[in-house]
C-alpha cells in the first residue's frame, strides 16, 4: 500500500515575505535592490522609474504612460511567481538602464556599473 500523499495548500506569504523573495530573485540576475516594509505593504526598490508594489496577491511596477488616455501603465504578477516576475522585472530595469544609464560622477563610485 502506497502512503497518501498530502499536497500543500496555499500559503500565506506577507507581503515582506513577497519582496524578499522577489528581491533574491532578482540577485539571481545580477539586479540589486533595496526593500521597504510599512502599513501592510512592501517596496522593492530597482531602478529609477521602477518601484515594485508587493501587496495582496500580486506585484505591480510601472511600464509607462498612456498618452491617449493621460494615465500610468501597470504590469502585474502573481506573488507566488517571484521568478517569472523578477524575469519581467529585468525586461523593464534594462529598458530603463538604456533610457536613463547612471550619470559620470554616481557611476565613478559604484561598484557594480
Known sequence: MYPQQV???????????????????????NISSD???GYGIALVSVWAGLLVWCCHDAFWWHTGWEPGRKRAVYAWHPLPEPGRAAR???????????????????AGVQPWT
Open 88 to 106: 519581467r522585472i529585468a525586461m523593464r530595469y534594462a529598458e530603463l538602464r538604456r533610457a536613463h544609464p547612471h550619470s559620470p560622477l554616481v
Open 7 to 29: 499536497l500543500p495548500g496555499p500559503q500565506v506569504v506577507t507581503s515582506l515575505d513577497a519582496a524578499q523573495q522577489l528581491q533574491r530573485k532578482l540577485i539571481h540576475l
Open 35 to 37: 526593500v521597504h516594509d
